[in-house]
């Protein structure tokens, strides 16, 4: 593989995302087909990116060297454990689209190991840019502080991610403990007809006191549709905590209140004046915003993150897997990581138990120009005058 690499893409659904990939300028790899069932939407996805569309894994021309297997696993009711496992029979290094039982994924890692080939694990969102970015912030800001505690949501599609987004920016999930899932709140229905969402979990991961928001519910007739958000985590440390708002930003800093306590000694200073610049209350990290933004503003429209974001973090997995590949490392350790991470995964669902089905008209989405009516509403409060 010391030039172009040549990749076939299995699964024409979610494989959609994976194909834009290799549009983006200057990589070295080759999509070298799409491996599917033949249905009327792969021919068609086949067909708009030129390549050849293979139904069986016997078609795959003998120079494929890599291959990103899109399909469910078996978990999820779908056959991509044995198919990764098929293709790395044939000296295939593979990527998998997450998420695998633990004993699915062990499965894989063995059969890696039996053909001398490399198998990742991809749970897609710690490769994007924002989350990267996040990563390395959180990263910095632990250089110099201890994390004390972490808050975090997410829809029940995605806890796997999360908890890979947690398990990147605290260095890994061990040791882990989880507390007993709170009942659901009763006594409700006389204050309000709206559902409850969020279920809380209380517990340690990578030693740090965490508190997991779930949404555990599913509209089964448009599953990837019905979630509130996908991620949203804060970090807290002694000096402030760091946000991400959501999956794909802004991340936000936001320092600890600190008040100076020169202000609640009269005896000491019975006028305090702020302009003081003996004061204590000017202390240079007094000085900071109470919140700012750290990177981009303003997170990516979800037309930009299909087009441009996701597409770029599948680049970024599949060179990594390209990488690891040349180098013979079979990443051994990255392996057990998302054992471990599958694992911890599998108890928090079976706390939360299935998801709850509910049946929801699709949400009505505010374009544009209402949420500058939002922006203008809030503008004008703020300068209404008393």
Known sequence: ???????VVCGALFGQVYLRAFAL???????????????DRSRAVAAHHGVPLFTDIDQIPGDVRMAAVVVR?????????????????RGIHVLQEHPLHHDELADCLREARRNKVTYHLNPFYTNTAPVRRFVGTVAELLRRQRPRYVDAACGFQVAYSLLDILGQALGGVRPWALGDLAA??????AATSLDVPFRSLDGVIGGVPVTLRIQNQMDPADPDNYAHLMHRVVIGTEAGNLELVGTHGPVVWSPRPDFPRAVRDPAARPHFDYSDTDAEAL???LDVPSAGVLGPAQAPSYRQIFEEVWPAGVAHALMRLRRDALAGDPAARRGQYHLTLCKLWQEITTRLGPPELLSAPPPRLLDGAEIAELDKAGREAEQEAP
């Open 1 to 7: 593989m010391s030039e172009r690499t040549r990749v």
């Open 283 to 285: 202390r240079s990290h």
């Open 73 to 89: 696993g078996g978990l999820l009711g779908g056959p991509g454990v044995e198919l990764a496992k098929a293709l790395m029979a």
């Open 25 to 39: 300028p200057g990589l070295p790899l080759e999509l070298a087909g799409i491996l599917a069932r033949g249905s």
């Open 184 to 189: 659901p709140p009763t006594g409700l229905g």
